[in-house]
């Protein structure tokens, strides 16, 4: 019986010591804070690791982006900034600007307009589903070209692929959820 309890007390200042030690780290990264908010450090510094570059033999990162039915493999490289959509500008694939602009809000909250060339392939679903792939793809693309860029673009949620989809039809119904036309007679 004495053995249970002169274990259980070590338990006890064990627990003891960790907390002091979390305690301790609490207040180191306190001061780390403080002294990033009074200008004396240049940038705060996380604790989680920062991941690895991905790149293919020839410098590119690749990724894939998905949304609706459409699925987009894109290839991004260091470049002037032009996007070739299978083959076609962003212009002449994308007429309307607004998925133009759905495209390149990734660029914009990076703030690295002009400075990637983007290559991609996408099929499948209409031209809207087809921008949000892309715009997934380039996402997925830009942070495994810089890492560092990981935190704002998830913050921004172009990292999470959109689940929405069409819903699909029932029996007895006109569409998914409409009825037929009621008849009275």
């Given at each position: 019986?004495?053995?249970?309890?002169?274990?259980?007390?070590?338990?006890?200042?064990?627990?003891?010591?960790?907390?002091?030690?979390?305690?301790?780290?609490?207040?180191?990264?306190?001061?780390?804070?403080?002294?990033?908010?009074?200008?004396q450090l240049?940038?705060?510094?996380?604790?989680?690791?920062?991941?690895?570059?991905?790149?293919?033999?020839?410098?590119?990162?690749?990724?894939?982006?998905?949304?609706?039915?459409?699925?987009a493999r894109?290839?991004?490289?260091?470049?002037?900034?032009?996007?070739?959509?299978?083959?076609?500008?962003?212009?002449?694939?994308?007429?309307?600007?607004?998925?133009?602009?759905?495209?390149?809000?990734?660029?914009?909250?990076?703030?690295?307009?002009?400075?990637?060339?983007?290559?991609?392939?996408?099929?499948?679903?209409?031209?809207?589903?087809?921008?949000?792939?892309?715009?997934h793809g380039?996402?997925?693309?830009?942070?495994?070209?810089?890492?560092?860029?990981?935190?704002?673009?998830?913050?921004?949620?172009?990292?999470?692929?959109?689940?929405?989809?069409?819903?699909?039809?029932?029996?007895?119904?006109?569409?998914?959820?409409?009825?037929?036309?009621?008849?009275?007679?």
């Open positions: 019986m004495s053995d249970n309890r002169q274990s259980l007390s070590d338990l006890g200042s064990i627990a003891a010591g960790e907390q002091a030690v979390a305690a301790e780290a609490q207040a180191s990264s306190d001061t780390r804070a403080e002294a990033y908010l009074a200008g240049d940038e705060p510094t996380s604790t989680a690791p920062l991941r690895a570059q991905e790149l293919d033999k020839f410098g590119r990162a690749y990724a894939t982006g998905r949304r609706k039915d459409a699925v894109v290839w991004l490289k260091p470049g002037t900034g032009k996007i070739t959509i299978n083959g076609r500008d962003q212009e002449v694939y994308f007429a309307r600007p607004t998925l133009r602009l759905v495209i390149n809000q990734v660029f914009g909250i990076t703030e690295r307009e002009g400075q990637y060339d983007v290559v991609c392939t996408v099929k499948g679903g209409g031209l809207s589903g087809q921008a949000g792939a892309v715009k380039i996402s997925q693309a830009l942070t495994k070209y810089e890492p560092a860029l990981r935190t704002p673009v998830k913050r921004a949620g172009f990292l999470t692929r959109d689940s929405r989809t069409v819903e699909r039809k029932k029996y007895g119904r006109a569409k998914a959820r409409r009825s037929f036309q009621f008849s009275k007679r």
